[in-house]
Antibody, heavy 122, light 107 residues
Framework: EVQLVESGGGLVQPGGSLRLSCAAS????????MSWVRQAPGKGLEWVSA????????YYADSVKGRFTISRDNSKNTLYLQMNSLRAEDTAVYYC???????????????WGKGTTVTVSS | DIQMTQSPSSLSASVGDRVTITCRAS??????LAWFQQKPGKAPKSLIY???SLQSGVPSKFSGSGSGTDFTLTISSLQPEDFATYYC?????????FGPGTKVDIK
């Protein structure tokens, strides 16, 4: 069974940093692109970032470009999101999602984790 | 960026009703359109990809259609477990974008 389990969320002050992790199991992790999607309290879904199967290609939403970094360790079947210079508007549940192909382009997200909550507040 | 709109933003329906939700893209996206269902406090669940292909394990009461800029999600006979918020999403180009959602609740 394909499983994605996010961790690393918590309360952080504005300007602070946090690293999210997503542990994957049940599929050949390195063969699939992965994404992060977030949802602010009471709001809709917002795509944040995507990465190809090798990690060689990465993509970001303008709202996080230059502050967040997506990466993956295929030897550990784990996806990461390093979040720096956090703002109140980054407060959200962060989901990791599996793509359906190696490349992140035109890759729909078929399996999602349960999410981890990030709260940016002083 | 490609903007996604959905209509209606919410609807009330009864068990057994046929429900249709519309999604429109601000520019052509071929058939790179997905639909997701989300219940309160839960992660989104994928329903439809490539505009009309049913995700494995999703019941056939869900169907999708469209291409280019206009798409629809239809639930043929609404059941209690279908009351949720539905989102469309384009994955034709980065940044991937979602519609604002359609909340389906009980009449």
């Amino acid at each position: 069974e394909v499983q994605l389990v996010e961790s690393g969320g918590g309360l952080v002050q504005p300007g602070g940093s946090l690293r999210l992790s997503c542990a994957a199991s049940g599929f050949t992790f390195s063969s699939y692109a992965m994404s992060w999607v977030r949802q602010a309290p009471g709001k809709g879904l917002e795509w944040v970032s995507a990465i190809s199967g090798s990690g060689g290609s990465t993509y970001y939403a303008d709202s996080v470009k230059g502050r967040f970094t997506i990466s993956r360790d295929n030897s550990k079947n784990t996806l990461y999101l390093q979040m720096n210079s956090l703002r109140a508007e980054d407060t959200a549940v962060y989901y990791c999602a599996k793509g359906i192909r190696y490349f992140a382009q035109v890759s729909y997200m078929d399996v999602w984790g349960k999410g981890t909550t990030v709260t940016v507040s002083s | 960026d490609i903007q996604m709109t959905q209509s209606p933003s919410s609807l009330s329906a009864s068990v057994g009703d046929r429900v249709t939700i519309t999604c429109r893209a601000s520019q052509g996206i071929s058939n790179y359109l997905a639909w997701f269902q989300q219940k309160p406090g839960k992660a989104p669940k994928s329903l439809i990809y490539a505009a009309s292909s049913l995700q494995s394990g999703v019941p056939s009461k869900f169907s999708g259609s469209g291409s280019g800029t206009d798409f629809t999600l239809t639930i043929s006979s609404l059941q209690p477990e279908d009351f949720a918020t539905y989102y469309c999403q384009q994955y034709n180009s980065f940044p991937f974008t979602f519609g604002p959602g359609t909340k389906v609740d009980i009449k």
